[in-house]
């Protein structure tokens, strides 16, 4: 893991020594960086702090905690590095590893190596152009953190390997991330093709499942859907009818909402039907 800062980073480590810096520079340059780095490695086991000058687009100095002292990139860079490596300046940038570094660790970690959002799994199909081409099962992992994610195809609880095509690890632009991956498959009748995802923030892996049926299958199903539907529509007819002439007791409305519904029942069968 690394973290990296520009000169407005905070906290202030400390009020470090006046530095030589605007007086070395020639005016006609336009650009002036200074990037302060830190690298961990497993967790806070080993902390490195680099401290960057960079003039231009190129990097004139650098200050290396594992080396304990300044190096001169340039020429231009040469009396800066000798300058960092007096003892007074030594002293704060020694400082650096623990009171910029770990600081900074302590303070963000909750919200950056910590965080862990949970993916969202769906199959789609896309229907070949020829009966001759292979389909393809599209498999959609959204709004997970952090980017590391594993996703597999298998046809009959064998993984697929071949025809697994991966799409590029997308930004959300929200600190999540998107990705597809693609299997191209001929399906038979009665085949279950699985999508397995694992990710860190998961405690067992998420699992889709998507069953290829023949066209008469699918027929079947729509009308008995559409069956159900109209004979729930002329159940709830019949029941208004009959609360109406009773006589002795009051009128009971009953009301169902026939559009949210069809609606999730269109949701739910959306693949199967298109494929």
């Not at 200074?34 to 650098?62: A, D, F, P």
């Not at 099962?137 to 071949?162: D, H, M, R």
């Not at 929200?174 to 693609?182: G, K, L, P, S």
Request: hydrophobic share 40%.
């Amino acid at each position: 893991m690394s973290f990296e800062a520009g000169v407005s980073m905070l906290p202030p480590v400390a009020s470090h020594p006046p530095s030589p810096v605007g007086s070395m520079l020639m005016p006609e340059h336009f650009l002036l960086q200074q990037k302060s780095e830190c690298h961990y490695t497993n967790g806070m086991q080993r902390v490195r702090y680099l401290k960057r000058l960079i003039w231009g687009q190129q990097e004139i100095c650098y200050y290396d905690s594992d080396l304990g002292f300044s190096v001169a990139r340039t020429e231009l860079g040469r009396p800066i590095a000798e300058y960092w490596n007096r003892l007074e300046w030594l002293s704060y940038l020694w400082a650096s590893v623990e009171k910029f570094c770990s600081y900074n660790h302590r303070r963000f970690k909750n919200i950056t190596v910590d965080r862990r959002v949970k993916p969202r799994v769906k199959i789609s199909t896309l229907k070949a152009e020829s009966s001759h081409r292979p389909s393809l099962l599209v498999c959609s992992a959204t709004g997970f953190y952090p980017s590391e994610i594993a996703t597999k195809w298998f046809k009959n609880g064998q993984e697929e390997t071949a025809g697994v095509v991966s799409r590029e690890l997308l930004h959300n632009g929200d600190w999540t991330f998107q990705i597809q991956v693609m299997l191209e498959t001929k399906p038979r009748l009665g085949d279950v093709y699985t999508c397995q995802v694992e990710h860190i923030s998961l405690q067992t892996p998420i699992t889709m499942q998507w069953v290829a049926q023949s066209d008469t299958a699918k027929r079947k199903m729509f009308i008995g859907i559409g069956g159900f539907v109209l004979g729930l529509s002329f159940t709830v007819l019949g029941l208004l009818i009959y609360q109406k002439n009773k006589k002795d007791g009051p009128i009971i409305l009953v009301h169902l909402n026939y559009t949210k519904i069809l609606k999730t029942v269109s949701l739910n069968f959306k693949d199967i039907l298109d494929f």
